[in-house]
């Protein structure tokens, strides 16, 4: 796995295809909504809800494409109703699920944050994932460097890194090997497409 937090060759999973780039891609690189029954296209982040699937790239420029082209009542063959800042609503909900499988993973011991238990983690080669908050010093978060074939994720706050931990802010925390750091890994590359540039660059909400 690289710096910029995307799987290499995940395999797993049917391909769907996103409604507006036309593209083919395996699931864990889509989001998922359904139809609600008030006709509110809802986000799908967990890929549980009932109903027909309706699927598009884990980008902000697809989703907003698909907002301004009506594709999702086209893709739905019914009126819908497109919620208000929908984007920041996909958003968010990825957020929420992410920092919800963190704490779980640090519940179950899988997860540390602070620089000194991330640099020890690091050190023993402990951690698989190294998470550190885009708005925290740069000069910081320069004296850890990414686990040796391990994955980096870098645009969560340090607002948002800190619910995961049950602390105001949060910059450095690590994940270990497990089932969890999968999850984390796939949904942090979603929130990915929505948060960072080409250029590398987090994009900030209202920007």
Request: hydrophobic content about 40%.
């Amino acid at each position: 796995m690289g710096r910029g937090g995307q799987p290499k060759d995940r395999q797993d999973g049917p391909e769907r295809k996103c409604i507006a780039t036309g593209e083919v891609h395996p699931r864990h690189g889509l989001i998922r909504f359904v139809v609600a029954p008030d006709g509110q296209i809802a986000p799908d982040i967990a890929g549980k809800l009932p109903g027909r699937g309706i699927w598009v790239s884990s980008d902000r420029a697809a989703l907003e494409k698909a907002v301004k082209k009506g594709l999702f009542a086209r893709a739905a063959r019914q009126a819908v109703v497109v919620p208000d800042d929908f984007v920041s609503l996909v958003e968010d909900q990825l957020v929420a699920r992410i920092v919800n499988l963190i704490s779980l993973a640090r519940k179950g011991g899988g997860a540390v944050t602070g620089y000194e238990k991330v640099k020890d983690w690091l050190s023993r080669e402990e951690a698989t994932v190294l998470i550190q908050a885009s708005d925290g010093s740069e000069r910081g978060k320069s004296k850890l460097s990414t686990p040796q074939g391990g994955t980096f994720i870098g645009w969560l706050t340090a607002a948002e890194l800190g619910r995961a931990f049950g602390r105001q802010t949060t910059v450095h925390a690590a994940l270990g090997a497990g089932g969890l750091s999968q999850r984390v890994v796939d949904e942090a590359a979603r929130l990915k497409g929505l948060r960072v540039s080409n250029g590398g660059q987090t994009c900030r909400k209202g920007s």
